[in-house]
C-alpha cells in the first residue's frame, strides 16, 4: 500500500484538492462526501465520522454515528477538472468500510458483507468477475425519449459517450474490452473486463457514475432503469464468473471440453438457489417487467452453451482458452446492489460445490416455446414473476438468513416491503389509459 506522503505529492502534482469518500446504502445507491486534502492524512489514520441515520437502510435515530474508514488501495484520482468561477481542482475518490464508534464492522455495509463472503470461501477459490452494462440514452431525465434509431451492431447516435466513457474509466485503471449499440432503440453497451469481484463491484458504481456524467455533458441522459419503455428489450447486467486459485482457472478442466466439476456444481447452487436469491439480483419492481419472453431475458432457471434466453449461459469451449473459460449469470440487472447481488450470487454457486451438486441437462431452446408438459419432465422452475413473490423466497432461504447479516436482511426486505405496498395503492397511466374514459 502506497504511503499517504506518497500520495500527498502525487495529490499536488495532479492539483487535486479534495478526496471524496465514496459508500452506497443498502439499495446500491452511491453516497458520498468531500474532505480537502489537507484532511487526507487524518481521513487515512481516523476515518471520518458521519450520521447514519439519514442513509437508506443504515441505523437508526438513536444509534446514527457512524464512521467511514478508507481502503487506500481504491484511490482513484478522477480524469477531469472541476471549474468554479475563479478556479479549477481536481478531485479523488476512495472507497472504504463502515464501523461503528467502538470501532466494529458496522452490519449495515455491504462492502464489507462482500469481502466476507469473498474471503469465507477463499481456501477453496477467489472470485473473479466481468461484467455487461447496458443503458438507455434518452433525451432527458423527465421522460424517457428515444435518441437514435439504432439497433444491434447497428449504430446509433452517440457513440462517443461510449467512447469518452472508456477513455475515463481507462484513466482510472478501470479496463474495458469491448463496447456496442444494443438491440433497442438508444440502447447501449459496455463491458468491464475480468477482475477480482470487489473490485469489479467498485468498478461498477463508478461506471455507472461516469457513463452519466459523460451524457450530462452531451446534454443527454443515461438511464440503468431495468425497463424504462414497454414491449422493448430492458437494461442487463450480465455477471461473468469463474474461480481461481494460485493463477489456475478451477472452472476449466481441458478433459471435459471446458468446463470442471467445480463449474458444473456452481452452476447447480445458482440454480438450486435461484429463486432464493432473485429479490437481491432483481431489487425493483420495474425490474421484473424485463424478465418476460421474447426479449433476450431469462424466466427459467436453465443453463445451455447457446441458449441466451437461459438464466446460465456458458461460453463455448475454445481450446486452450484456459481463462476464458467462465459462466455467465444473465438475470441481473444494472439497478441492483452489486455487492449485495455478488454476494449472494457467491454464497449460492459455493453451496452447490460444498454440496456437489450436480446441475441438471443443459438446455438450449427458449423454453417459454416448450410444452408444458416437456417443462414437468425437466423439471425446469421459473424465476418470480415479481418482486412480492421473489420476495416470499428471499425471506424463507436459509441460504440468504446464513449469507447476511441481519441487520441487511431485516433492512432490505423491510424496504422492499414498502416498495410494493406504495405501488400497490398508487394510480397508474395504464390504469388511466384502459379504465378511466369507460368505467
Known amino acids: 500500500m502506497r504511503e499517504v506522503r506518497e500520495w500527498l505529492r502525487e495529490f499536488e502534482e495532479k492539483r487535486v484538492r ?15 462526501f468531500t474532505v480537502p486534502v489537507n484532511e487526507f492524512e487524518t481521513l487515512v489514520e481516523e476515518g471520518k465520522g458521519f450520521d447514519g441515520s439519514s442513509v437508506e437502510g443504515f441505523a437508526r435515530t438513536e444509534e446514527s454515528d457512524l464512521r467511514f474508514i478508507p481502503d487506500a488501495d481504491t484511490i482513484i484520482i478522477l480524469p477531469w477538472e472541476y471549474n468554479g468561477v475563479e478556479t479549477s481542482w481536481r478531485e479523488a475518490v476512495v472507497f472504504g ?68 466513457s472508456q477513455l475515463m474509466l481507462g484513466e482510472m485503471g478501470i479496463k474495458t474490452e469491448f463496447d456496442h449499440h444494443e438491440v433497442a432503440r438508444s440502447q447501449h453497451e459496455i463491458d468491464l473486463a475480468y477482475t477480482d469481484a470487489l473490485k469489479m463491484a467498485d468498478s461498477i458504481i463508478l461506471a455507472k457514475y461516469v457513463v452519466k456524467r459523460v451524457a450530462k455533458r452531451f446534454g443527454v441522459y443515461a438511464s440503468f432503469m431495468p425497463k424504462p419503455i ?3 428489450n430492458g437494461n442487463g447486467m450480465h455477471l461473468h464468473l469463474s474461480l481461481w486459485k494460485r493463477g489456475t482457472n478451477l472452472f476449466f478442466d481441458e478433459r471435459a471440453r471446458g468446463l470442471s466439476a467445480i463449474a458444473r456444481a456452481y452452476i447447480a447452487g445458482l440454480i438450486e438457489y435461484g429463486r432464493d436469491i432473485q429479490a437481491a439480483l432483481n431489487q425493483w419492481i420495474n425490474s421484473y417487467k424485463r424478465l418476460y419472453p421474447g426479449y433476450e431475458a431469462p424466466t427459467y432457471l436453465v443453463w445451455g452453451t447457446k441458449n441466451r434466453s437461459a438464466y446460465i449461459r456458458v461460453p463455448e469451449y475454445q481450446k486452450g482458452k484456459e481463462s476464458a473459460t467462465r459462466i455467465e449469470i444473465r438475470s441481473p440487472d444494472p439497478a441492483c446492489n452489486p455487492y449485495l447481488a455478488i454476494s449472494l450470487i457467491h454464497a449460492a454457486g459455493m453451496e452447490g460445490v460444498k454440496r456437489n451438486l450436480k446441475p441438471p441437462e443443459p438446455v438450449e431452446v427458449d423454453v417459454f416455446h416448450m410444452p408444458e408438459s416437456e417443462r414437468r419432465r425437466l423439471n425446469i422452475a421459473e424465476l418470480s414473476p ?44 395504464y390504469e388511466i389509459k384502459n379504465y378511466f374514459g369507460v368505467l
Open 97 to 164: 468500510r463502515i464501523v461503528e464508534p467502538s470501532g466494529r464492522e458496522y452490519e449495515g455495509d455491504t462492502r464489507t458483507l462482500l469481502k466476507r463472503v469473498i474471503e469465507k470461501y477463499s481456501e477453496i477459490g477467489t472470485l473473479k468477475c466481468g461484467a455487461e452494462l447496458e443503458f438507455f440514452i434518452f433525451e432527458n431525465d423527465k421522460h424517457p425519449a428515444h435518441t437514435d434509431e439504432g439497433g444491434y451492431f447497428r449504430s446509433g447516435l452517440y457513440g462517443e459517450i461510449r467512447k469518452e
Open 18 to 32: 479534495f478526496v471524496r469518500p465514496i459508500f452506497v446504502d443498502i439499495l446500491g445507491r452511491a453516497l458520498d
Open 230 to 232: 414497454t414491449g422493448i
Open 386 to 429: 415479481s418482486l412480492e413473490k421473489a420476495l416470499e423466497f428471499f425471506e424463507k432461504s436459509e441460504l440468504v438468513k446464513r449469507t447476511l447479516p441481519e441487520h441487511v436482511y431485516r433492512k432490505f426486505i423491510e424496504n422492499k416491503r414498502i416498495e410494493c405496498s406504495n405501488f400497490n395503492r398508487t394510480v397508474t397511466d
